[in-house]
């Protein structure tokens, strides 16, 4: 068992998070550039420089009033007001994260005392890069490529997460500055700023196995990264990568009575695998089968079809060929995509128009027969 002085303070690598080789500080002199490929998730601490954000209240302006003009007096029985109660605060009872992988999207959940349960925060993320490397056999059961896909717990909150070089003559180094663009296709090159930026909340997942049984893992963590291009795309060794003011908000909305440590109250998180998604006006979203797992997509249409109530009689031969049309879509929009991000870090980026076309949405009403 891992103890908290291990998760706070260890340099010991995640395996399950590895970030870009191409992303982080290179030298001209390197032999491979896997020399550069670094774990994302090393949970040395740094302690996080105290500041306190308070909101300016402005006060009360008390404007003057005017004497009314009165016409007549009127005599009325006095009316009693009844005491005042005060509402009670509604307080925050639970929390749970959801996340989808090839929508790259997150959700946190809050439920309250009123027993209503909204979506408080939802932000778009980085997930495992799959076989955008083509590391194993396609079909094979593999990490650290893959984002889980399982149900778990949110553990700790680490400020200042520490990221470090995992191959080459800097292993075990920490990695002080990136190389890489932000979403814009703005090359910059920056300081890693861990004490004011960095931000991580690991997790402990029950990952699904091939065989059917289930193996709690620790590699998995929700983080901050300088490469905000790479967010709603496959990028990460496995991890959920947020964008830096998106993860500092996160960080702050999740178990906000904790500013680091392990998390006291159980925080549920799901990672699912939804490849199909029919909403309330009928819209159907598919999402690129970034795993190679095997989708049955009509089976998946009608599975939503009946959680909807919506009835019609589809025309199954038309919507097929569509699907397989969009399906060989998504694979070469895939191939573009792990062609651009292999590059070298100065033309590794991938544009916002790109990783839109791993989405395709339409009218499920266009493929009824009535």
């Known amino acids: 068992m891992v103890s908290l002085r291990h998760i706070l303070a260890g340099a010991a690598l995640l395996a399950g998070c590895n970030a870009s080789f191409d992303s982080i500080e290179k030298s001209s002199e390197r032999a491979d550039s896997s020399y550069y490929a670094v774990a994302e998730e090393s949970v040395e601490q740094v302690m996080p420089q105290e500041e306190i954000w308070q909101e300016a209240v402005p006060q009360e302006q008390i404007l003057p009033q005017e004497e009314p003009l009165i016409e007549a007096q009127i005599i009325a029985e006095p009316v009693v007001e009844p005491p005042f109660v005060a509402e009670p605060d509604r307080a925050l009872v639970s929390q749970r994260v959801v996340i989808n992988i090839p929508e790259y999207r997150l959700w946190l959940y809050n439920t309250y005392s009123d027993g209503n349960t909204e979506v408080d925060y939802e932000i778009t993320i980085g997930v495992g890069r799959g076989y955008l490397y083509a590391p194993c056999p396609r079909g094979s059961y593999c990490t650290p490529p893959f984002s889980p896909i399982g149900e778990g717990w949110l553990h700790a909150k680490i400020p200042g997460i520490r990221i470090q070089y995992h191959k080459g003559p800097k292993e075990g180094q920490v990695v002080k500055w990136n190389s890489g663009f932000d979403e814009d296709g703005n090359f910059r090159r920056e300081k890693i700023d861990y004490q004011n930026v960095m931000r991580g909340i690991t997790t402990r997942v029950n990952v699904m196995q091939p065989n059917g049984r289930t193996e709690l893992m620790h590699n998995y963590a929700l983080h901050t990264t300088y490469d905000e291009f790479t967010v709603g795309m496959p990028s990460s060794g496995g991890c959920a990568r947020v964008k830096k003011q998106e993860m500092l908000e996160l960080f702050n909305r999740i178990a906000p009575e904790t500013s680091k440590g392990v998390i006291p109250e159980r ?104």
């Open 267 to 370: 925080i549920e998180i799901e990672f699912l695998y939804d490849v199909v998604q029919l909403d309330e006006n009928n819209m159907l979203r598919l999402h690129a089968n970034i795993y190679g797992r095997n989708i049955d997509w009509l089976d998946e249409i009608r599975h939503d079809m009946a959680d909807r109530g919506f009835s019609c009689t589809l025309d199954e031969s038309a919507l097929e060929y569509r699907i397989n049309e969009q399906d060989a879509e998504f694979h070469r929009v895939q191939q573009e995509i792990r062609e651009i991000y292999t590059r070298d870090a100065t033309e590794n980026y991938v544009s916002r128009e790109l990783k839109a076309r791993l989405h395709a949405q339409w009218n499920l009403r266009e493929f009824c027969l009535e």
